[in-house]
């Protein structure tokens, strides 16, 4: 079958409010808020965007609504060029949101809408787009319709297609028990601390890693904030440092990284230079307030390699 995509992802598509506020308030506090920008997001679709502008090709499964932020949401990746064939487009309902408050150190809350991002039945998938890519990259879903349907997409898929999920807190805390028809099935698995945490039992992400290599997956990179990332297959491992730069907004950082380590799998870097390509694209993320303004083209990338 004719791979006529790089990746293609399949994950909620959401529209970001964020909020800059003074302190992510706790129980029975106040804050204010400083500004608000409003932008596309969605993890995958994140990781999708950063993709294309490094020149890849690639496309997305997923749906919205036909409101003010579908139209946003379809619009956005039209310029991006990202291929919008293999989203679905919902007569009724609203598109996603997510509401993301983010403190003068760039760290985050988000609450999140979903809408007609938990409504995806596998009838209503394009197969012709899921079938013809290198990888199908997932991210996770607030209902369990649409984690159902990626299941049946995932046992449906042919050999050629790799598998990559970068879990999100929802889905670790299904614990590797509840995700093992995806994590079965990962070519690539990208979770960050606390979701390797929250899978697996155990704060050691070096046994962490181990647990998944064991069930299945080839490549673990464990996301590990300031301090880089974590990389290994069961023959090579290794501790990739972060670059230094100043933070604006953590916001995305997790998809920037899954969009450089991903294109280095595709060009086949070795697993460390993966690493670095990760923390790269994720650092430029961090330098810009939102998920995809800080994301790096790929002139700029072909500095580091």
């Known amino acids: 079958m004719k791979q006529i995509f790089d990746v293609v992802g399949f994950g909620a598509l959401n529209v970001d409010k964020l909020y800059k506020v003074n302190k992510i308030a706790g129980p029975e506090e106040e804050g204010f808020v400083i500004s608000c920008e409003e932008a596309c997001g969605g993890s995958a679709a994140n990781t999708i965007v950063g993709l294309a502008r490094l020149g890849c090709k690639v496309s997305f499964i997923g749906k919205v609504a036909n409101d003010r932020e579908g139209k946003m949401l379809l619009d956005d990746f039209r310029r991006e060029g990202v291929n919008i064939k293999g989203i679905i487009k919902a007569e009724n309902g609203r598109s996603g949101v997510v509401m993301g408050f983010v403190d003068p150190k760039g760290e985050r809350a988000l609450y999140v ?3 007609v991002n938990d409504t995806i039945s596998f ?3 394009n197969l012709e ?3 013809k ?8 879903f607030v209902g369990e319709k649409s984690f159902e349907t990626q299941k049946k997409l995932v046992e449906s898929l042919p050999e050629h297609v790799k598998v990559s999920l970068d879990p999100g807190e929802l889905y670790a805390r299904k614990g590797c028990k509840g995700l093992e028809p995806l994590i079965s099935k990962c070519f690539v698995l990208m979770p960050n601390v606390k979701e390797l945490t929250l899978l697996t039992g155990g704060k050691d992400y070096v046994a962490g890693a181990e647990k998944l290599l064991e069930m299945g997956v080839k490549i673990v990179a464990v996301k590990l904030g300031s301090r880089g990332c974590y990389v290994t297959d069961g023959e090579e491992s290794h501790h990739v440092e972060a670059f230094r730069v100043e933070v604006v907004d953590t916001t995305g950082a997790g998809d920037a990284f899954c969009a450089g380590f991903l294109y280095g799998l595709l060009n086949n870097k070795s697993l460390k230079k993966c690493g670095e390509i990760g923390n790269f694209v994720a650092s430029r993320c961090i330098m810009k307030m939102g998920a995809r303004a800080g994301l790096p083209r790929l002139e700029e990338l072909k500095l580091l390699l």
């Open 113 to 115: 809408d979903p809408g």
């Open 123 to 125: 009838e209503e998938i």
């Open 129 to 131: 787009y899921a079938f």
């Open 133 to 140: 890519t290198k990888f199908l990259h997932l991210t996770s």
